[in-house]
C-alpha cells in the first residue's frame, strides 16, 4: 500500500481558500490519489456534459418519446447493476489498473458514439453498454482505492474523488449549456463527442497507477511432475486454494450483504433530490420552478465544502455507524420538511425548501462518509474486489428502485407518504448502526486486529 503524505500542523491549522488549496495539493503529492484525481477530474466533466443534454437528446434531436427515453434510462441502470459486482470480480483476478482503463476508455468510446444515434434501437443498444462499461470500470476503481490506501486514508480518498466529481459535473453542465442556448441537432451531437472523448482522455492517467494497486497474484501449483505423472500432493493445494478462494466470496458473507442492502435502500435518497424534488416543487408547491436548480446548486456547493471534512474518522467503526444514524435523523428530518413546503406561499415555500435541502445534504454527505468506512473496513481483504462490486451492485440496485419508490409514496401520497419515507430513512440508517457497533464489538473482543470476521471459519 501506498503510504499517506505526512500532514503538517501547519497545513492543519489554515482555514479559508488557502487551507483548502494546501490540502489539495498535499493530497496530490500521494501518486495513487494524483492519478485516481487526475482521472476523475477530466472524465466527469465528461459526463456532466452527458447528463445535462441526455433527456433533451433524446427527444428533441434523436425523436424518442418520454417512454422510449425512460427504457433508454432504465435499461443503462439495469445494465450497470451485473457490471457492478463483475467489475470487482475482474479485479481480484487480473490488474485493476489496465481493467479500470479499459473499460473506462470503452465507455467513452461508447459516449460519443451517442452523437451518431438516430432512433431508438441504436440509442437502447448504447445506453446498454455504455452503462455497463462506465459501472464495471466504477467497480474496478473501487478495488483499486481499497488496495491502493492504509485503512485511515480510503474513506479520505473516496471523499477526495467525490469533491473532485462533484466540480467537474458542474463544470460539465457549463460547457453543454452551448449546446442548450444554440438548440441545434449539431450542437447536441459535437458536445456529446467531445464528453465522450473526454471521458476516454480520462482513462489515461490510470496506467500511471502502481502494481500495488493490484490483486495479490495467486499461487498456481503445477499438478504433474517433470515425468509426466500426477502430483498428489500439489493436485490437492491447488484444490485446496480454490476452495478458500470461493469460501472468501461475499456472497457468504450475511453481515456484509445485509450491510449493502441496508445501504442501498438509504441510497434512495439520491431518487429523491432526482426526481422526488423536482416533481414536488413544480406539482405540489408555489415555488418558482428555477428553485429546482438553485436546490441543486446549494446541494453540489455544500457536497464540495463539506464532503472530505465530514469523512474524517470514518474508517472507525463506531464512528462510521454513528454518522450513519445521524444522517438516518437529518434525512427524515428533511423528507417532513419537503412535506411542510405544500401550500405554503412561494417565499415560504421557498424558505423551507432550502431549509430541507440542507439537511439533506448533510444526510447525504454523512451516509456517503459512514458508507465508504464500513464497506472498506467489513470486507475481506483477499476478495477487495468482489466485496466492492457487491456493494455498488446493490447501490445500483437502490438507484433502480429509487424513482419507483419516491413516486409510490411522497408523488402519489403528498405529507403521508413524505412521512413514509422518512421511515425507510431512518429504519435504514438504524439497522446500520446496529451492525457497526456489533462489528466493533467483536473487533473488540477478537483484538482489534481486523474488523473483518471470517463467515465460514474453517
Known sequence: MTSAPPTTDENRGRGGVAGFIARIVEDLREPVLRALVTSTSVSR???????????????????????????????????????????????????????????E????????????????VPALVLAALSGFFDSIGHSSRSA??????PPERRVHARAVLRTVTNVSIAVGSGVAAIALALGTPEAYRGVIAVAGVLCALGSLPLLRLPSEVDAPRRTTTPVRTETGSIDTAAAAAALAERVEWRRRSPWRDPRYLLLSALSAVFGMQFGVAELGLPLWVTRETQAPTVVVSVLIVTNTVLVVLFQVRASRGTHDLRVAGRVTLIAGWLMAAACMVYALAAGLPAWAAVVVLLAAIVA????????????????????????????QGVFGMGFSLGSLAAPVVVNA?????????????????LGSAAGIWVIARRAAAASDAAGGDSAYSDPAPA
Open 45 to 103: 466533466i465528461g459526463r456532466g456534459v452527458f447528463l445535462a443534454v441526455t433527456v433533451l437528446f433524446f427527444t428533441q434531436i434523436i425523436g424518442l418519446s418520454g417512454a422510449q427515453a425512460a427504457v433508454v434510462l432504465a435499461v443503462s441502470s439495469g445494465c450497470g447493476v451485473v457490471a457492478s459486482f463483475l467489475g470487482g470480480w475482474l479485479a481480484d483476478r487480473w490488474s485493476a489498473r489496465r481493467l479500470s482503463f479499459a473499460f
Open 105 to 120: 476508455a470503452l465507455g467513452g468510446v461508447l459516449l460519443a458514439a451517442y452523437a451518431f444515434a438516430d432512433g431508438f
Open 144 to 149: 483499486i482505492i481499497a488496495r491502493g490506501f
Open 360 to 387: 439533506h445534504t448533510f444526510a447525504e454527505i454523512l451516509s456517503q462518509a459512514g458508507a465508504w468506512g464500513l464497506s472498506f473496513e467489513l470486507a475481506d481483504p483477499v476478495r477487495a474486489g468482489a466485496y
Open 409 to 425: 409514496t411522497a408523488i402519489t401520497f403528498g405529507t403521508a407518504g413524505w412521512g413514509m419515507l422518512a421511515v425507510i430513512f
